[in-house]
T-cell receptor, first 117, second 115 residues
Framework: KAGVTQTPRYLIKTRGQQVTLSCSPI?????VSWYQQTPGQGLQFLFE???????NKGNFPGRFSGRQFSNSRSEMNVSTLELGDSALYLC????????????????FGPGTRLTVL | AQTVTQSQPEMSVQEAETVTLSCTYD???????LFWYKQPPSRQMILVIR??????QNATENRFSVNFQKAAKSFSLKISDSQLGDAAMYFC????????????FGPGTRLSVLP
């Protein structure tokens, strides 16, 4: 089975621009979560989507948004970029909701490294 | 809200030796899952081991084992016969059992393995 894929892997933007990141979960997984990882703040939860619905949201400003499509692929958008948005953005998928305890495990993608200049 | 604490920002171990990484968590739930994830430098995060809170037996995966103390809310990871490839950032994570529960990660412990 193919793993979680994220595109692009690297991105350089300037302040004020917007960016869209993409995540394709493992086939059959309907839950997709997004995290921001920085050296200072560690892994911070952004939001989770399940069957095209946002099920959970972390404590991030409204500039951060996401969506999920019917094929479970997810996109994350950040508008009006700030220098502090520079981070590794990780996507993780899970089969949660389908069957048993194993569904609680998350599988991570390689991440998108966003640099804001 | 649940929190996960890893009190050791950095640790080192000699190759072939044993090391234990600490993790404590705070929750009022009775059913939940605990995980250790490994993130090697510039590489993908992968699951090392998982533990269901309702199971008293400690999980084991080859050289990796946990010491799960539910009453103390402690979940430590023991790595035996450490190898150079074990060098990574290790994250302890918690997820309660229930619809719509997200993962809560600890700040991580950076493990160095010395040859």
């Amino acid at each position: 089975k193919a793993g979680v894929t994220q595109t692009p892997r690297y991105l350089i933007k300037t302040r004020g621009q917007q960016v869209t990141l993409s995540c394709s979960p493992i086939s059959g997984h309907r839950s997709v979560s997004w995290y921001q990882q920085t050296p200072g703040q560690g892994l911070q939860f952004l939001f989770e989507y399940f069957s095209e619905t946002q099920r959970n949201k972390g404590n991030f400003p409204g500039r951060f948004s996401g969506r999920q499509f019917s094929n479970s692929r997810s996109e994350m958008n950040v508008s009006t970029l700030e220098l502090g948005d520079s981070a590794l953005y990780l996507c993780a998928s899970s089969s949660y909701g389908l069957a048993g305890a194993l569904g609680n495990e998350q599988f991570f993608g390689p991440g998108t490294r966003l640099t804001v200049l | 809200a649940q929190t996960v604490t890893q009190s050791q920002p950095e640790m080192s171990v000699q190759e072939a030796e044993t090391v234990t990484l600490s993790c404590t968590y705070d929750t009022s739930e009775s059913d939940y899952y605990l995980f250790w994830y490994k993130q090697p430098p510039s590489r993908q995060m992968i699951l090392v081991i998982r533990q269901e809170a309702y199971k008293q037996q400690n999980a084991t995966e080859n050289r990796f084992s946990v010491n799960f103390q539910k009453a103390a809310k402690s979940f430590s990871l023991k790595i035996s016969d450490s190898q150079l490839g074990d060098a990574a950032m290790y994250f302890c994570a918690y997820r309660s059992d229930g619809y719509g529960q997200n993962f809560v990660f600890g700040p991580g412990t950076r493990l160095s393995v010395l040859p």
